[in-house]
DNA sequence: CTACAATATCAGCCTAGGCAGATATATGTT
DNA sequence: AACATATATCTGCCTAGGCTGATATTGTAG
């Protein structure tokens, strides 16, 4: 199986590396500042952080203990329980001790969060077509199956 | 121009935004992991960020300032100096006050910067390269040619 | 030349993630 | 049942980036 890069022809300015990580940067930046200016959302201060959170819990359809959570965005367990805790104190989510099994807790957007994850989802739709544009859906399709097969790869 | 996405049909877990975040924690966490790993490195305690920065300074051709870096990594000022203090400390970079325009530092890589340069953009290359399995690389640059627009979208 | 704006670096404060260790619970083994 | 092991959450500590304001220097308008 061929090698893309080789170290004597390797130009790390045009790497997908390099350029990967920048791109995550500046997206995360600009959805940010979306949210931070946003007329309803400003008030509750919510994060680029905190919304994936939420994409998690109210986009997807099963029910997600932190663990679940962790897993799915590569994060750390501590930061979690922090994090979690910011949301609670937001009013955004709610933690429910799972009786099955009592070390998890189950996690639910409440109302309040439910009602605010529309628009939040909104302007991250509007910032990821702002940096597609000009692509075509095909090509689209083509750099989520490359991100995904990255990820795959990452094991 | 059409949007690639809509809220209507939008999922999360296969979106752009969300695998990048993903691929990008992965990629500089299995950075970290062998930098810190390499029999010759780990005594210099180099992190992943840390060895974007020397990239800059011995991958590249031109003469750096702290600012340059700012700009080339998306990266903040205050964060900058501290992270120039870490590498001095290290005694891979050296500060050169500007003479012609004295707001300026320019930043050296020292000869211990460009001794351990080389193994670490081996480990580097090598990281991207696994991610990057079972491409092509007609896909290789497809992605990079997407991603460099994403970069130019940004603004 | 002076006043004012722009730029580069730096220092202080705050926030947040990673890691190690503690606790509680669950699972598997003997 | 007793014990060890694994898992989930939480807490404390450390590191590091973002933001704001301070200082020094340069560029610019009058």
Chains 1, 2 share one sequence.
Do not use: W
């Not at 170290?7 to 500046?26: D, N």
């Not at 931070?36 to 819990?57: I, K, N, P, Y």
């Not at 409440?110 to 095909?138: D, H, K, W």
Request: proline share 2%; charged share 30%; glycine share 6%.
């Amino acid at each position: 199986m061929a090698n893309i890069y080789d170290i004597e022809t390797y130009e790390p300015s045009e790497s997908i590396g390099y350029l990967m990580t920048r791109v995550k940067v500046e997206m995360l930046a600009a959805l940010d500042r979306e949210l931070a200016a946003d007329a309803h959302l400003s008030a509750l201060g919510v994060t680029s952080a905190q919304f994936v959170v939420m994409v998690r819990l109210v986009g997807t359809a099963d029910r997600k203990s932190a663990s679940d959570l962790c897993k799915d965005l590569s994060y750390d367990a501590g930061a979690m329980t922090r994090m979690i805790d910011r949301l609670e104190k937001k009013g955004l989510v709610r933690r429910m001790r799972c009786v099955k099994d009592r070390r998890l807790i189950y996690l639910e957007a409440t109302e309040a969060g439910r009602a605010a994850y529309p628009r939040m989802l909104e302007i991250s739709v509007a910032v990821q077509n702002r940096f597609l544009r000009g692509m075509e859906p095909q090509d689209a399709r083509r750099l989520r199956d490359y991100l995904a097969r990255m990820l795959h790869n990452a094991g």
